[in-house]
């Protein structure tokens, strides 16, 4: 092949020849075509005949065919690939600029190298060639070999106990205290890698344990030994951050940080005693550097360590945390504001007390005065507290409390917030976004007491609305209108939040403005995917408020839910109409049948129309049971076309090794059962067993029952699986009585049932109980 000839022959780089052959490889490979193409670059790397740009392009060839092609493609000729590569790699190479084609090459062959590194001896070879690199006087070279180790330790690191002593652990603290970035950035990163697995392996050590089984890989525990002499390192790359630090651009003491975040949730408790001491020396050091890695610190090591350990430290550094959200330096009083809203999240306890919570709340209020940075975390601490502060007044029937610890304060904090989702720099550091969803939080958790404050934070918000509606024609410019549609979209998500809160009397008296202002937005937001699912969502929940109530706005509104439903395009909107649909069942009741028709027809062309996005197809099929419930006896004249279709779906299948279709498949099947659930209990309606209208289902119960066993076989069912299938094993019985036992008293569905009521899930729990009392109860009544 020409293209082949030209490789060494450029004088730039990188080699376009290198993109050229790699380009039509790629596309050649999978289909059989050009099976030669490594033994040719290989051939080039290892010819002692051959220019260094010669070895130098065949390698970067080699590497961007690694990157791009599928793994499997390649399996057999991973032997050739690393013979090239370590070539390229030893260090009586040369050329450091072949060194560095061989490390990246490396860099993406290691997914298909398994073959090798089970095989100690090619392990060994291929361990001590990127050992080597890593001492390599060119930087570049040394970063690639190092980004190697971290891969390497993320794919196989149930092999690296034999060189985590002799070598990994000194070049990755090496690395670490280097004073360049990129290789300071790769020797914590390795750190991080390692807590990642170590923290993937406990979870399976517990879900082992908990099947009574060995797990198949065990933690070697790396992280927890190396601990005394890697956080002494990272403490002092804390100290490393600049004053005009760029947000976006990752450094070491981010780095640091969230490397601190990783031990303190693998290593538990075993963190606190080597960051406590840190913390305690710098938190009121006069150079801001070290207060603020002291505050940064403290709040990495909030989760994972015992909390009733944590708790009584953090109680007594909270008035030095509420002084430092007052600091002469905005980096610090950014990384204090920062902690608060962790301790608000992780431990809200130890600030949910007389003692420091009133002092909290004024410093939290006068902080969103701040600059954006700090502004906006302030914002994630009043989210995290409201949320908390609820919780702590919790009721028995988890109804809404009469007053909480926020009551006194609450009217203050939600005028500030929205004043401050009116600040002209609301837009930097995502600050207007944080104070929106702060004051929905404080919504959605507020007192009884707190109910005016609410019902005047709605007039706010639909006066908003509003004014931002009035604004439409102003707009010209692409950004501004990029502002603006996230803008309507936040104040949609806040209108959710307080219609949830409306008591039945008030919701009908601003229900007009409100649907005035949504169908506005509507007429303007065609095409504009993120605004209409807003206020789908939002009329979502004015119709679940509104309940029958709801029926004049239908004739208004159905022109938009049809667009909604027909948009293909944007296949969120089409999830948001259909979940809509469902709503309005709920609200509307027997009401909806005049829509019906029109509707079905949409949600049956939708299921068989290729255009439409797989994942909208599972909520189209569970709304087929919100319209059975909702008319019942009437839903008969779509019995026929929605049990065929439903036939269909239960019987899909999946590729069993893709996670993504797996998932996909338990979505569709609990979409499939929802609606066999409200088709029953709708055709059911309050008659008895002996009705007419269920005498339609029973030709098809074979199948639901076969569907239900079906699931309970396959090993990858979710838990949600579980518990549709025991809702509609329930349903079935107290519907069909007696006849329904031969199909269930069946070892598959007893099986299934006994999973369900051992599940960590209540839902399946109950539903599991539930289903076997019926059967029961029909076994009894038999006998």
Not at 154 to 183: C, N, R, V, W
Not at 244 to 264: H, S
Not at 344 to 364: F, G, K, M, R, S
Request: charged share 20%.
């Amino acid at each position: 092949m020409q293209v082949m000839a030209t490789l060494g022959t450029e004088t730039i780089r990188p080699s376009s020849a290198a993109q050229c052959v790699a380009y039509i490889a790629c596309t050649e490979l999978p289909q059989g075509i050009w099976p030669t193409v490594i033994a040719q670059l290989t051939q080039n790397v290892t010819n002692p005949a051959s220019t260094e740009m010669m070895k130098e392009s065949s390698l970067e060839a080699i590497g961007y065919i690694c990157q791009d092609i599928d793994p499997e493609t390649l399996q057999t000729q991973s032997n050739e690939i690393l013979t090239a590569i370590v070539h390229g790699m030893k260090k009586e190479e040369p050329s450091n600029h072949v060194r560095l084609a061989a490390t990246n090459a490396l860099l993406n062959s290691l997914e298909f190298t398994k073959a090798n590194f089970d095989k100690d001896s090619e392990r060994h070879f291929i361990m001590q060639v990127v050992c080597e690199a890593t001492q390599s006087v060119d930087t570049r070279v040394r970063v690639a070999a190092l980004q190697c180790l971290v891969k390497i330790m993320s794919l196989y690191y149930q092999y690296m106990e034999h060189y985590m002593g002799p070598a990994l652990f000194a070049i990755t603290i090496e690395a670490m205290k280097s004073d360049i970035d990129e290789i300071s950035l790769q020797g914590i990163e390795f750190w991080s890698t390692v807590c990642d697995e170590e923290v993937d392996l406990a979870i399976e050590l517990s879900e082992a344990a908990e099947a009574g089984r060995p797990p198949e890989r065990t933690s070697r525990f790396y992280a927890k030994g190396a601990l005394q002499y890697l956080v002494p390192i990272l403490l002092v790359i804390l100290t490393r951050q600049e004053e005009f630090d760029d947000d976006d651009e990752w450094n070491p003491c981010k780095a640091a940080g969230v490397c601190l975040m990783l031990l303190a949730t693998c290593c538990e408790d075993d963190m606190v005693q080597h960051v406590l001491p840190f913390v305690k020396d710098h938190i009121q050091d006069l150079d801001w550097k070290y207060r603020d890695a002291a505050v940064m610190a403290f709040g990495s090591i909030l989760e994972g360590p015992d909390p009733a350990k944590l708790k009584p430290i953090v109680e007594q550094a909270m008035p030095m945390l509420i002084e430092l959200l007052k600091d002469p330096s905005v980096i610090v009083r950014d990384t204090a504001a920062w902690t608060v809203g962790r301790v608000c999240e992780i431990l809200p306890d130890a600030v949910i007390n007389e003692q420091y919570l009133n002092l909290l709340l004024l410093a939290l209020v006068e902080g969103l005065n701040s600059e954006p940075r700090v502004a906006s975390n302030i914002c994630w601490a009043f989210s995290s507290l409201a949320e908390a502060a609820y919780e702590n007044a919790g009721t028995p029937d988890d109804s809404e409390p009469e007053t909480y610890c926020l009551s006194s304060c609450f009217e203050t904090v939600v005028e500030k917030l929205i004043q401050t989702t009116d600040r002209s720099d609301g837009n930097q550091h995502n600050l207007r976004n944080a104070a929106y969803e702060a004051l929905m939080e404080m919504m959605k958790n507020s007192a009884k007491d707190c109910y005016p404050i609410v019902q005047k934070t709605t007039l706010v918000i639909l006066e908003k609305l509003d004014r931002v509606l009035q604004m439409e024609n102003m707009i010209q410019m692409s950004q501004d209108r990029s502002q603006y549609n996230d803008l309507q979209s936040l104040l949609c998500a806040t209108l959710q939040s307080v219609l949830r809160k409306m008591t039945l009397e008030d919701a009908p008296k601003i229900s007009d403005q409100v649907m005035s202002a949504l169908l506005q937005m509507f007429q303007t937001s065609t095409g504009k995917g993120g605004v209409q699912e807003d206020a789908l969502l939002a009329v979502s929940t004015l119709a679940e408020v509104l309940g029958e109530n709801f029926l004049k706005y239908m004739e208004a509104f159905k022109p938009y839910l049809c667009l909604g439903l027909k948009n293909y395009a944007e296949y969120q909107v089409c999830i948001a109409a259909v979940g809509l649909v469902g709503d309005l069942c709920r609200g509307l009741g027997q009401k909806m049948l005049p829509f019906c028709d029109e509707i079905m027809m949409m949600l049956l062309e939708n299921l068989g129309n290729i255009n439409v996005n797989k994942s909208v197809k599972p909520h189209i099929l569970s709304v087929f049971g919100d319209l059975a419930l909702a008319i019942g006896p009437y839903f008969k004249n779509y019995l026929e076309v929605v049990l065929t279709t439903l036939q269909q779906a239960s019987q899909a299948q999946v590729d069993k090794t893709d996670y993504d279709m797996i998932d996909y498949l338990n979505e569709l099947r609990e979409g499939c059962l929802e609606a066999y659930t409200g088709i029953v209990q709708g055709l059911k309606g309050e008659n008895s067993p002996d009705n007419a209208d269920l005498a339609l289902l029973q030709p098809h119960v074979g199948h639901m029952i076969s569907f239900i066993e079906h699931i309970a076989l396959d090993e990858d069912h979710s838990d949600s699986n579980i518990a549709a299938c025991c809702g509609l094993i329930g349903d079935l019985c107290t519907a069909f009585g007696a006849s329904i036992l031969p199909f269930v008293d069946k070892e598959p569905i007893s099986s299934l049932l006994t999973k369900g009521r051992r599940s960590k899930s209540n839902k399946s729990k109950t539903l599991a109980t539930w289903a076997t009392k019926e059967i029961r109860k029909l076994k009894n009544a038999s006998s």
